[in-house]
Antibody, heavy 124, light 108 residues
Framework: EVQLLESGGGLAQPGGFLRLSCVAS????????LSWVRQAPGKGLEWVAT????????YFADSVKGRFIVSRDNSQNTVYLQMNNVGAQDTARYYC?????????????????WGQGTLVTVSS | DIQMTQSPPSLSASVGDRVTITCRAS??????LNWYQQRPGKAPNLLIY???RLLSGVPSRFSGSGSGTEFTLTISSLQPDDFATYYC??????????FGPGTKVDMK
């Protein structure tokens, strides 16, 4: 059974930083891209970032580009989201999500499995 | 960028009803369209990928159709577990995923 467990959320000050982690199990971690998707309170889903299976390629939403970094450790089955210079607009539950298809396909991706999320609140 | 819209934003229905949700894309995305269900307080679940392909384990009362710019999710006979919010998501310009705003299905 695929499992994704996020941690690292909490309260951050505006302009501060947080590092989220997602530990995965139940599949061949190094064969799949992983993504972060967030959901602000009472709002819809927003894709944040994706890292390819090898970790060699990363992609970011415009709203976080230049502030967030995504990385992975395939030896530890863990993906990270480093959030820098956070603002109130970053307040959300952050979900880790696994691609349905292996590799780094150019089109047709889907998020097959999701963690339960970790809540990030940015406030002074 | 591709913009996604959904209609209606919300609907009220009863157990046993047939429910249809529409998702529209601002550009032709072929069949690169996924549907997710999110129950209150829970993470989303993938239901359908590539517009019409049912994920293994998803009940057959769910179906998807469409191509190009217009897509539909149909629940043939609404069950108590189906009261949730449904999101479409384009996967044409991977991985710059865009989700629709969601359609909330609640009990009449």
């Amino acid at each position: 059974e695929v499992q994704l467990l996020e941690s690292g959320g909490g309260l951050a000050q505006p302009g501060g930083f947080l590092r989220l982690s997602c530990v995965a199990s139940g599949f061949t971690f190094s064969s799949y891209a992983l993504s972060w998707v967030r959901q602000a309170p009472g709002k819809g889903l927003e894709w944040v970032a994706t890292i390819s299976d090898s970790g060699s390629t990363t992609y970011f939403a415009d709203s976080v580009k230049g502030r967030f970094i995504v990385s992975r450790d395939n030896s530890q089955n863990t993906v990270y989201l480093q959030m820098n210079n956070v603002g109130a607009q970053d307040t959300a539950r952050y979900y880790c999500a696994k691609d349905y298809f292996p590799g780094d396909p150019p089109v047709g991706r889907a998020f097959e499995a999701w963690g339960q999320g970790t809540l990030v609140t940015v406030s002074s | 960028d591709i913009q996604m819209t959904q209609s209606p934003p919300s609907l009220s229905a009863s157990v046993g009803d047939r429910v249809t949700i529409t998702c529209r894309a601002s550009h032709n995305i072929g069949t690169y369209l996924n549907w997710y269900q999110q129950r209150p307080g829970k993470a989303p679940n993938l239901l359908i990928y590539a517009a019409s392909r049912l994920l293994s384990g998803v009940p057959s009362r769910f179906s998807g159709s469409g191509s190009g710019t217009e897509f539909t999710l149909t629940i043939s006979s609404l069950q108590p577990d189906d009261f949730a919010t449904y999101y479409c998501q384009e996967s044409y310009i991977s991985p710059l995923f865009t989700f629709g705003p969601g359609t909330k299905v609640d009990m009449k």
